[in-house]
T-cell receptor
């Protein structure tokens, strides 16, 4: 069975600092994808970044990058130069070739301090 | 940019009543999903739907739940007799394809269901 683990329930970071949100996963599938979603207080789910299990390079999208370490089964999200608007809940998630569904972790609530 | 829409944004209902949550997926998408998020908890998969059939459902999706695509644009989730524990945010999602590891699902803004 697939599983996503996010061990940081909450984090406080000073504005403009970089922040790393941890995510580890477990799967027996060889082909899978890893996602990060942002959920602001308004509740919607915003797709941030995707990493495929066969991608050799770490994914980047603007200020977001995904530190993918396949052997360790980790997919940490790095936000560079954090902004006040980054304050939100962040979910790590995965899908596999076999499954339609996306499995989510419990999330990390990020607070950016001015 | 195309987006998934959901109505209503907030629904309040009495326990035992039926509710229908509505979603309009992105127009060229073929795969549709419902997820649920109980307040303060993680997002949980409920059901996936393709070609007018349920392709997968979770253990949460019991006989009280049903899904339908009544026309070419809407995708609905019906809860037959709501319980207090059905109170949650319900997200609809759609994707262009499936069966691959890259299955980007576009999420709607959610419907917050409150059962009293």
């Amino acid at each position: 069975a697939q599983k996503i683990t996010q061990t940081q329930p909450g984090m406080f970071v000073q504005e403009k600092e970089a922040v790393t949100l941890d995510c580890t996963y477990d799967t027996s599938d060889q082909s899978y994808g890893l996602f990060w979603y942002k959920q602001p207080s308004s509740g919607e789910m915003i797709f941030l970044i995707y990493q495929g299990s066969y991608d050799e390079q770490n994914a980047t999208e603007g200020r977001y990058s995904l530190n993918f370490q396949k052997a360790r089964k980790s997919a940490n999200l790095v936000i560079s130069a954090s902004q006040l608007g980054d304050s939100a809940m962040y979910f790590c998630a995965m899908s596999s070739r076999r499954d339609d569904k996306i499995i989510f972790g419990k999330g990390t609530r990020l607070h950016i301090l001015p | 940019e195309p987006e998934v829409t959901q109505t209503p944004s907030h629904q309040v209902t009495q326990m035992g009543q039926e509710v229908i949550l509505r979603c309009v997926p992105i127009s060229n998408h073929l795969y549709f999903y419902w997820y649920r998020q109980i307040l303060g908890q993680k997002v949980e998969f409920l059901v996936s739907f393709y070609n007018n059939e349920i392709s997968e459902k979770s253990e949460i999706f019991d006989d009280q739940f049903s899904v339908e695509r009544p026309d070419g644009s809407n995708f609905t989730l019906k809860i037959r007799s709501t319980k207090l524990e059905d109170s949650a945010m319900y997200f609809c999602a759609s994707s262009e394809s499936s069966g691959s590891a890259y299955n980007e699902q576009f999420f709607g803004p959610g419907t917050r269901l409150t059962v009293l």
